[in-house]
């Protein structure tokens, strides 16, 4: 029996958009796109893993309603990069891109990032849609308009927000995921249940084997939940300009400083996240925001799903000096998001060094 699809809408007035949700939907882009858009052109951005069958399924079917280029990227986080951006700018000039022309972005989040950053600086602006083929891209990456590139100390300090004109998430892309990059994902899955849905983390714990056996009912109403939730908070902070966006970043102050430290590509971001969640759970427990139950809860599922919590092996102190390059650092003072129950987490601010020092040391759990 086929999985009914899905349909989550981001309103956000003139540039709200749709996020299909479906399995084998991915031969539709072209009307997927035609229909929301007049296009004459369009450019699928993709990378050497995703090129076969994806990326060029998805370029296909928009060459059967305009002209279709398919441009390829190495794979990996290293090509967010400042290179890889000019090096695209100087193909979509080949390629007679112009403001008429649309991105098509055909992959996980690395891909999705960096062909919406390129979107949104080529020629000051021009349209682009997200064909997430990632479970960490459609839960998370595709949606919201942040598009950006990583400087080689400071991961997506080069970004714009921008965003798309919609989301075409065909679920059977995941069957051609390798394993570790799926269990990446689920580390964004389940910081939506800390962060906003407490009900949504029970779902999860008591999924596991559908979550690991990629069954279609429950990759379906996870992707479409864990849109809806990150669409909800956008719709109120667009622009993280309120400070309510920033609770998406559960896990990604600690997580981002890792994925850093231990060189872009060592850890998958999801990967990185885990661990960051686990480590922003400890501090919180150490500030009196939580007990331990909480930290051992989300870890017994994190575990559950595939996700290690044990972080590489840094000095505590090359940790927060990294972590003093992060977006969310005010005025020299580092700023956490942390929970204070199941469901309910708050962008901290003025945290001590010596109480992150802590939490990245402690083994007490």
């Given at each position: 029996?086929?999985?009914?699809?899905?349909?989550?809408?981001?309103?956000?007035?003139?540039?709200?958009?749709?996020?299909?949700?479906?399995?084998?939907?991915l031969?539709?882009?072209?009307?997927?796109?035609?229909?929301?858009?007049?296009?004459?052109?369009?450019?699928?951005?993709?990378?050497?893993h995703?090129?076969?069958?994806?990326?060029?399924?998805?370029?296909?079917?928009?060459?059967?309603?305009?002209?279709?280029?398919?441009?390829?990227?190495?794979?990996?986080?290293?090509?967010?990069?400042?290179?890889?951006?000019?090096?695209?700018?100087?193909?979509?000039?080949?390629?007679?891109?112009?403001?008429?022309?649309?991105?098509?972005?055909?992959?996980?989040?690395?891909?999705?990032?960096?062909?919406g950053?390129?979107?949104?600086?080529?020629a000051?602006?021009?349209?682009?849609?997200?064909?997430?083929?990632?479970?960490?891209?459609?839960?998370?990456?595709?949606?919201?308009?942040?598009?950006?590139?990583?400087?080689p100390?400071?991961?997506?300090?080069?970004?714009?927000?921008?965003?798309?004109?919609?989301?075409?998430i065909?679920?059977?892309?995941?069957?051609?995921?390798?394993?570790?990059?799926?269990?990446?994902?689920?580390?964004?899955v389940?910081?939506?249940?800390?962060?906003?849905?407490?009900?949504?983390?029970?779902?999860l714990?008591?999924?596991?084997?559908?979550l690991?056996?990629?069954?279609?009912?429950?990759?379906s109403?996870?992707?479409?939940?864990?849109?809806?939730?990150?669409?909800?908070i956008?719709?109120?902070?667009?622009?993280?300009?309120?400070?309510?966006?920033?609770?998406?970043?559960?896990?990604?102050?600690?997580?981002?400083?890792?994925e850093?430290?231990?060189g872009?590509?060592?850890?998958?971001?999801?990967?990185?996240?885990?661990?960051?969640?686990?480590?922003?759970?400890?501090?919180?427990?150490?500030?009196?925001?939580?007990?331990?139950?909480?930290?051992?809860?989300?870890?017994?599922?994190?575990?559950?799903?595939?996700?290690?919590?044990?972080g590489?092996?840094?000095?505590p102190?090359?940790?927060?000096?990294?972590?003093?390059?992060?977006?969310?650092?005010?005025?020299?003072?580092?700023?956490?998001?942390?929970?204070?129950?199941?469901?309910?987490?708050?962008l901290?601010?003025?945290?001590?060094?010596?109480?992150?020092?802590?939490?990245?040391?402690?083994?007490?759990?």
């Open positions: 029996m086929s999985v009914p699809q899905q349909r989550v809408r981001v309103s956000l007035g003139p540039r709200s958009y749709d996020i299909e949700i479906e399995e084998g939907n031969e539709r882009t072209g009307e997927f796109v035609a229909s929301r858009i007049k296009v004459s052109h369009a450019v699928v951005i993709t990378d050497e995703v090129e076969e069958p994806h990326g060029r399924r998805v370029a296909e079917s928009l060459a059967e309603h305009a002209a279709a280029d398919l441009v390829v990227v190495p794979a990996g986080e290293p090509s967010k990069s400042v290179a890889t951006a000019a090096a695209l700018w100087e193909k979509l000039l080949q390629l007679g891109t112009d403001r008429k022309s649309v991105v098509v972005a055909v992959g996980g989040g690395v891909i999705g990032d960096l062909a950053f390129v979107a949104a600086t080529f000051r602006g021009i349209p682009f849609f997200q064909v997430p083929t990632s479970l960490l891209a459609q839960v998370d990456s595709s949606v919201g308009g942040k598009v950006g590139i990583n400087l100390e400071a991961k997506n300090m080069v970004g714009a927000f921008l965003q798309p004109q919609g989301v075409l065909d679920t059977a892309t995941l069957e051609t995921l390798p394993e570790r990059e799926y269990r990446s994902g689920l580390g964004e389940v910081k939506y249940g800390v962060i906003l849905d407490a009900d949504f983390f029970a779902y714990e008591t999924n596991v084997a559908g690991l056996d990629r069954h279609p009912e429950v990759l109403f996870t992707i479409a939940r864990c849109c809806r939730l990150k669409a909800d956008v719709e109120q902070d667009e622009r993280e300009e309120t400070g309510l966006r920033a609770v998406l970043n559960y896990g990604h102050t600690f997580g981002h400083a890792f850093a430290l231990a872009y590509g060592e850890l998958l971001h999801g990967e990185a996240v885990a661990i960051g969640m686990d480590c922003a759970a400890r501090l919180a427990c150490r500030l009196g925001r939580v007990g331990p139950e909480f930290v051992q809860r989300q870890r017994r599922l994190l575990a559950a799903l595939g996700l290690s919590t044990q590489p092996l840094l000095e102190d090359q940790v927060l000096r990294t972590m003093m390059h992060d977006k969310k650092v005010a005025h020299g003072r580092l700023r956490f998001v942390l929970p204070s129950r199941m469901g309910a987490v708050d901290v601010g003025d945290v001590s060094p010596e109480a992150v020092r802590d939490a990245l040391a402690d083994t007490s759990f």
